[in-house]
T-cell receptor, first 116, second 111 residues
Framework: GAVVSQHPSWVICKSGTSVKIECRSLDFQATTMFWYRQFPKQSLMLMATSNEGSKATYEQGVEKDKFLINHASLTLSTLTVTSAHPEDSSFYICSARNAGLPYEQYFGPGTRLTVT | GENVEQHPSTLSVQEGDSAVIKCTYS??????FPWYKQELGKRPQLIIDIRSNVGEKKDQRIAVTLNKTAKHFSLHITETQPEDSAVYFC??????????WGAGTKLIIKP
């Protein structure tokens, strides 16, 4: 149980275009989903927290108009990187949490984004 | 807010020896402390966790200890094997159940 999928696993896009990443909880209802960014050889950096049906809460320094997060259902959250630039190239990982087990976070496999 | 510090950043041990990674946290209200293992290009995998009402927890070759007074917790891996090579992250959960992450430790197991 507690499987989280993420799609796509990798994507290459041109500078100025937008990319959407999906995060799905496959066998549980994810009341909260977290989006992280991880640069090479660094720790996970929390970008935003999204609760189903409400607006995402962004961490300081993360542009909400650039990184659009939608958590429309209990099993799906999406992150859209708008007007991507090469510095947005990173490993993006989502995690999901079940309200019944507030401590555990289950991670998706990550999406490698490369902006050329 | 919570701050988590992790040491060392790199740890190299001989296969079969033990490895210890230490973390300190700042928020005394934190009450959940997981450890994750991340292999290159893959998702973090939870390997062990501990709640604040427990001082030690063990799962085969892996153990975690927690000192609430000193606000530090440690990961202990005994009889290390090549497949233990990875980056290990500690984390502490704040009052919003968000995970505050340590910087990571690259564990290298030498054959």
């Amino acid at each position: 149980g507690a499987v989280v999928s993420q799609h796509p696993s990798w994507v290459i896009c041109k500078s100025g275009t937008s990319v959407k990443i999906e995060c799905r909880s496959l066998d549980f209802q994810a009341t909260t989903m977290f989006w992280y960014r991880q640069f090479p050889k660094q720790s996970l950096m929390l970008m935003a927290t999204s609760n189903e049906g409400s607006k995402a809460t962004y961490e300081q320094g993360v542009e909400k108009d650039k990184f659009l997060i939608n958590h429309a259902s209990l099993t799906l959250s999406t992150l859209t990187v708008t007007s991507a630039h090469p510095e947005d190239s990173s490993f993006y990982i989502c995690s999901a949490r079940n309200a019944g087990l507030p401590y555990e976070q289950y991670f998706g496999p990550g999406t490698r984004l490369t902006v050329t | 807010g919570e701050n988590v510090e992790q040491h060392p950043s790199t740890l190299s041990v001989q296969e079969g020896d033990s490895a210890v990674i230490k973390c300190t946290y700042s928020d005394s209200a934190s009450n959940y402390f997981p450890w994750y293992k991340q292999e290159l290009g893959k998702r973090p995998q939870l390997i062990i966790d501990i709640r604040s009402n427990v001082g030690e927890k063990k799962d085969q070759r892996i153990a975690v200890t927690l000192n609430k007074t000193a606000k530090h917790f440690s990961l202990h891996i005994t009889e290390t094997q090549p497949e233990d090579s990875a980056v290990y992250f500690c984390a502490a959960s704040d009052s919003n159940y968000q995970l505050i992450w340590g910087a990571g430790t690259k564990l290298i197991i030498k054959p």
